[in-house]
């Protein structure tokens, strides 16, 4: 079992930045390809970035890539999401999850834990 708990959510202005944080405890963190992944009100989840085990190769979806940067540091069980140039399309609640497989990792079904999200508004 993996336990994950974000943080580093809140309001900003458009243009903006934020970084979220999520601590992992539980298993080994760093057996576990981690993602990011984002619910906006009435929308489905969707994946936003994910970093491999050893923190060689990320991936990020076309509307984040430039601006977003995913990262891990593995000592310290965390996995970050630092966001800049925020937009108000940003806003929703963004979740962390870490992944035992080997699959696609930009699908949420291959990830096997969830944290409780974190609430990121972009105000215009």
């Known amino acids: 079992q993996v336990q994950l708990v974000e943080s580093g959510g809140g309001l900003v202005q458009a243009g903006g930045s934020l970084r979220l944080s999520c601590v992992a405890s539980?298993?080994?963190?760093?057996?576990?390809?981690m993602g990011w992944f984002r619910q906006a009100p009435r929308k489905e989840r969707e994946f936003v970035a994910a970093?491999?085990?050893?923190?060689?190769?990320?991936y990020y979806a076309d509307s984040v890539k430039g601006r977003f940067t995913i990262s891990r540091d593995n000592a310290k069980n965390t996995v970050y999401l630092q966001m800049n140039s925020l937009k108000p399309d940003d806003t929703a609640v963004y979740y962390c999850?870490?992944?035992?497989?080997?699959?696609?990792?930009?699908?949420?079904?291959?990830?096997?834990?969830w944290g409780q999200g974190t609430q990121v508004t972009v105000s215009s």
């Open positions: 539980g298993r080994t963190f760093g057996n576990y390809v």
């Open positions: 999850a870490a992944s035992g497989s080997y699959g696609s990792l930009t699908v949420a079904k291959e990830y096997d834990y």
């Open positions: 970093i491999s085990r050893g923190a060689g190769t990320t």
